[in-house]
């Protein structure tokens, strides 16, 4: 951060002097702690590259802020700060800055801990169960067409047509890719019998901030992404990020897979969050749900790859391409896994559905 920066920064929150530094492992926005004699705040750069409508962003978190006024929560939600102006969002040399409050608490990138996995399932399900009356006509696309499965693959459609030049492996990912297409179709069926709702559309782990002893969630961070969508995408990206045995940076392929233990544990907990907010064909979408969000991230890894890692941070120029086969070989797994997830689901569905 640099010191015309952090001047403005102080001035326009009234923070007087403060010490600052990186914070988080985010591939969207850049994020800062800082630490100042009034507190503790987290100061984050907006990605308009990747957020094109700001003022979605800010009327969509005015609306929940509203919506939820009154209704006892299990976890804070901090909202931006405002400025000495009353504004949510700071402009500052035609860059984006939003200041919150720092919760305390411990955040983790990952865990093989069925119980934790549980507890961050039940967390992003209560968040549902508390949205269900929202008034969803308020509520914006933030990233338009964020997780439309359909529209990603015929992304990397597109995208194929342009590159002259593959390698072997970079054939056997679109081969694979392209080849889903009973998928594309089932979700298609899927989304035509299933309700909108207010969700958080970004469910890792690491968008929780967990009580130090790690048995409840205390806060439910990285709100931009709320806005209309389906139970299958907030449950299927706990499952893909979760449920897998190993993170989507990680090239050891032999080692990836489905962990059913954990796919339970989130089930559990996820439905439990969610009480009795949920409609029958919610609770069936949500078997698919897993396979859809694998399916969909994979597809934007390897378009990005294809298009020369435009869109996420790479630390080395084949990273999206790993993360494409990563996303690959989760995907293929929880497709031969289906039966077992399938009797897990049944035995864990409430008895009324």
């Known amino acids: 951060m640099d010191q015309s920066l952090q001047h403005q920064v102080s001035s326009s929150y009234n923070l007087d002097q ?34 094109r409508f700001p003022e979605r962003i800010a009327a969509n978190l005015s609306h929940l802020k509203s919506d939820l006024e009154g209704k006892e929560l299990p976890f804070i939600l901090p ?24 919760i305390e608490g411990v955040t983790i990138q990952e865990t093989k801990d069925p119980n934790l996995a549980g507890i961050a399932a039940r967390a992003y399900g209560a968040f549902a169960q508390a949205t269900a009356q929202n008034t969803l006509s308020n ?24 590159k002259t030049s593959w390698t072997d492996e970079e ?9 889903q297409s009973p ?9 035509q019998v299933l309700p909108l709702r207010v969700i958080h559309n970004d469910t890792k782990i690491n968008n929780l901030i967990f009580a130090e002893k790690l048995d409840r969630v205390v806060a439910l961070i990285d709100l931009d992404t709320v806005m209309p969508g389906y139970l299958m995408y907030d449950f299927g990206d706990l499952v893909r990020t979760m449920a897998c045995s ?32 949920v409609h029958a064909e919610e609770l069936k979408s949500l078997l698919l749900g897993g396979e859809v969000m694998t399916a969909l991230m994979g597809l934007r890894f390897f378009t990005d790859h294809v298009l020369g890692n435009i869109y996420y941070r790479v630390h080395y120029s084949e990273q999206n391409l790993h ?9 293929r797994d929880q497709q031969q896994k289906r039966d077992q997830l399938q009797d897990i689901w049944k035995k864990t569905r409430p008895a009324r559905q």
């Open 79 to 102: 909202l931006p700060k405002s400025t000495e102006e009353g504004k949510e969002i700071l402009q500052f040399e035609g860059k984006l800055y939003r200041l919150f409050d720092f």
């Open 171 to 179: 054939k056997n990912l679109l081969e694979f890719y392209l080849s």
């Open 139 to 162: 509520y914006q696309e933030t990233i338009p067409d964020f997780h439309r499965l359909d529209l990603r693959y015929e992304q990397l459609e597109q995208a194929a047509k342009s």
């Open 246 to 277: 190993r993170s989507e940076t990680q090239t050891d392929w032999e080692n990836v897979a489905l962990v059913p233990e954990i796919f339970e544990a989130l089930l559990k907990g996820y439905i439990s969050g969610l009480g009795q907010a």
């Open 323 to 331: 993360r494409a086969k990563n996303q690959m070989i989760l995907l």
């Open 183 to 191: 998928l594309i179709e089932q979700y298609q069926k899927q989304i």
């Open 18 to 51: 403060f010490t600052f530094e990186p914070l988080g492992e985010g591939l969207i926005h850049d994020t800062f702690l800082l630490i100042s004699p009034k507190g503790k705040f987290v100061l984050q750069g907006f990605n308009t590259s990747v957020f």
